[in-house]
């Protein structure tokens, strides 16, 4: 199926770009097909020029787009539907075509492509077709680029297409493929060769006798006592059709002059206008210059339009126009140029050179000695070319630049998985920290007492991690004084959740700061369950932490009765959420995270190191959820519960357990330095 899926899409992808792309590059030519349409419903005289011309770029922007979206798989969803939505009204359309036979070619590949209308529809049906089979499973399309830079194809893929119908109009569609291209000669292209087929008619007579009417072929024709009415002549067989064969010169009084013009020697100008009623004349002068450049060099100069003496009137009286003007059919001067008025130049019958009104040439020197009167050096593989250059090249370099960096990303994904890279990483990038929750233990003078013992231990034995020690508010402005915060930082056990007032007893985040603390323990169990700490409160305790430059230790975890439901996920996850999950990427770089389970808090149970590495790790994934990988990886995340000197070495030697929150053992130094050592094992 996925291989299906995808042959389908590439399928519908090309079509679509090719018959988008040779549509949108000749406008008008797609605006007059549309008028066929309209004709053949009798809507024409009911809907202006500018809305037909409106369709035309937009039908095959839309088309074009199409393509790239399913060639890219973007938006795979709503592209394959409205691929099958387009597809289905396109083979109703041409199923019409087919029967009634309205218009003898569709128009779907524009000029570059005919096809009779039962080829169109078989081509259709069998789009259609692949188009319901994108439809049905549009998942399975392969992605050629990533989601997060489809933004880029879709707007540069909208841009190019509805640029290249704007220049098309303004200047001449970039590939021409009808029969009057530069390098083509008239005369030439109306020759039938020696030996093509002809076409082939049936006469039928009509004869009268007696009041009676009856037709005969010419076997049949009856003898002379009837009476002949009228004849019809009916095509049985088409023969060969010249390229150009509907090509003509008259003057007004109907005097062809089409072998005399096409057969001189030399150049020629003839400029081209349908209908000079609705040609732009905004560059009218710019033609008048050309006209008496042409007379000063003895080129002829003629104007073939299919308007009316009226028509033609009026543009004399409003440009002041001296050429003369003879007469063509009207589709035949559409064919010609794509421009309403436009210049062409022929030497020798052969066309060289075609202008828009927009881009007229600027020539003093004669045609024989300027590069005006040669073949342009243009050629359709430069033209290819620049196209490749200009919108293909740009979406292949992003495409390639797009899939190297989903491949290093699936391989910096599968090192992650690995439990030694995520040991190596963690050693390299998160801070290790071992901290102490002294609780409410100690006098002053014990507190002192510890912290000068610890800070003389860890000075002669440095630690091998960040050492915390979080003291009641009693101690801390003592002890500041006599730690090396390089060695052992300084927190408080608890903050306010108000930054001043009238609030007896409480102590503020600007209070802890003053003392000299870097650290603040917030959310721990005991807090929340003896004192009702909500997550509000404890949100805003961490913001007036934070606004403190204070380093918040969070702490998170779940009871006994939530561990053994299964719900130990769901209860950290929602503690995270409803009071740290609100900061910014910024400030939640600048939380700590303690997991401590309730239940092994103070009770001598201790969560393996496989269970407290799988909640670290689930811990992890949350955060990566909210603020990204890197984040993720970045967050220090410690173990609370029952840690010791004993367990410390297996707990911390887990990838995601980036250390200890340390309670009854945080009392005594030797046990305390036991735990710290753990990080040089």
Not at 142 to 147: G, T
Not at 377 to 382: F, I, L, N, Q
């Amino acid at each position: 199926m996925k291989w299906l899926v995808n042959i389908c899409r590439i399928v519908v992808a090309l079509t679509f770009i090719f018959s988008g792309f040779v549509k949108a590059i000749d406008p008008l030519g797609t605006q007059y097909k549309i008028e066929d349409y309209l004709e053949a419903l009798s809507l024409a005289q009911h809907v202006p020029s500018i809305v037909t011309l409106g369709t035309s770029v937009l039908l095959s922007a839309t088309e074009f787009c199409l393509g790239i979206f399913l060639l890219f798989a973007i938006h795979r969803r709503s592209a394959s539907k409205i691929s099958f939505a387009f597809m289905v009204v396109m083979t109703l359309i041409t199923l019409w075509l087919w029967i009634a036979n309205p218009v003898s070619d569709c128009g779907c590949f524009g000029d570059a492509i005919q096809l009779t209308n039962g080829q169109t529809l078989l081509k259709n049906i069998i789009l259609l077709a692949c188009t319901a089979v994108i439809a049905w499973q549009p998942l399975m399309m392969m992605r050629f680029i990533s989601h997060s830079n489809q933004w880029i194809v879709v707007n540069y893929t909208v841009l190019f297409i509805l640029a290249s119908s704007i220049w098309s109009l303004w200047a001449l569609p970039l590939f021409d493929f009808r029969p009057y291209h530069v390098g083509a000669n008239i005369q030439k292209g109306m020759e039938i060769p020696e030996g093509a087929e002809q076409p082939e008619f049936e006469t039928t007579f009509i004869m009268e006798k007696d009041g009676e009417r009856r037709e005969f072929s010419l076997e049949e024709y009856p003898d002379s006592t009837w009476t002949f009415i009228d004849q019809k002549n009916v095509q049985v067989k088409e023969g060969y059709v010249p390229p150009i064969h509907d090509f003509s010169i008259q003057t007004t009084e109907g005097e062809d002059l089409t072998e005399e013009v096409l057969s001189r020697e030399g150049y020629t100008f003839l400029l081209i206008s349908p209908h000079l009623e609705n040609a732009d004349d905004s560059n009218f002068g710019e033609i008048d210059q050309i006209y008496e450049y042409a007379l000063e060099h003895n080129y002829p100069f003629l104007c073939l339009t299919a308007s009316s003496e009226k028509g033609i009137q009026h543009w004399r009286d409003v440009t002041g126009a001296e050429y003369p003007f003879y007469l063509t059919d009207e589709t035949t001067l559409k064919t010609i140029i794509r421009s309403n008025p436009g210049l062409l130049l022929l030497k020798d019958g052969t066309i060289i050179r075609k202008w828009s009104h927009n881009r007229l040439p600027k020539e003093s020197l004669p045609l024989e000695k300027s590069t005006l009167g040669q073949m342009p050096e243009d050629s359709v593989p430069a033209k290819l070319l620049t196209i490749f250059l200009w919108f293909a090249l740009p979406l292949l370099i992003l495409t390639l630049a797009d899939r190297l960096f989903a491949w290093t990303k699936w391989f910096r994904n599968k090192q992650q998985n690995s439990s030694l890279y995520k040991h190596l990483k963690k050693k390299k990038m998160r801070k290790k920290i071992v901290a102490g929750n002294w609780k409410m233990n100690m006098n002053l003078q014990d507190g002192i007492a510890l912290a000068k013992e610890l800070n003389e231990t860890l000075k002669a034995d440095k630690p091998n991690c960040g050492v915390v020690i979080c003291t009641p508010f009693i101690h801390l402005a003592s002890i500041a004084q006599f730690l090396d915060q390089d060695i052992i930082g300084l927190g408080a056990e608890n903050c306010a959740d108000k930054e001043k007032g009238a609030f007896t007893g409480e102590v503020s985040a600007e209070m802890v700061k003053s003392t000299g603390a870097q650290y603040v323990i917030l959310g721990h169990s005991e807090r929340r369950e003896y004192y009702k700490e909500t997550p509000e409160i404890l949100k805003e305790k961490v913001l007036l932490a934070q606004k403190n430059d204070l380093k918040v230790i969070f702490c998170i975890g779940e009871s006994l009765a939530e561990r053994e439901a299964g719900k130990q996920n769901e209860v950290v996850k929602a503690e995270l959420e409803g009071s740290v999950f609100n900061l910014s990427e910024e400030d939640f770089r600048k939380i700590v995270i303690a997991y401590e389970p309730i239940w092994a808090i103070g009770t001598g149970k201790t969560a393996t190191a496989e269970q407290a590495e799988e909640i670290h790790a689930y811990i992890r994934s949350i955060i990566a959820e909210k603020y990204g990988q890197a984040v993720a990886d970045d967050t220090t995340i410690l173990y609370g519960g029952s840690c010791k000197a004993s367990n410390a070495p297996e707990l911390f030697a887990k990838p995601d357990i980036d250390g200890g929150l340390i309670g009854g053992a945080s009392l005594k130094c030797a046990d305390f330095k036991g735990i710290i050592d753990a990080w040089k094992k």
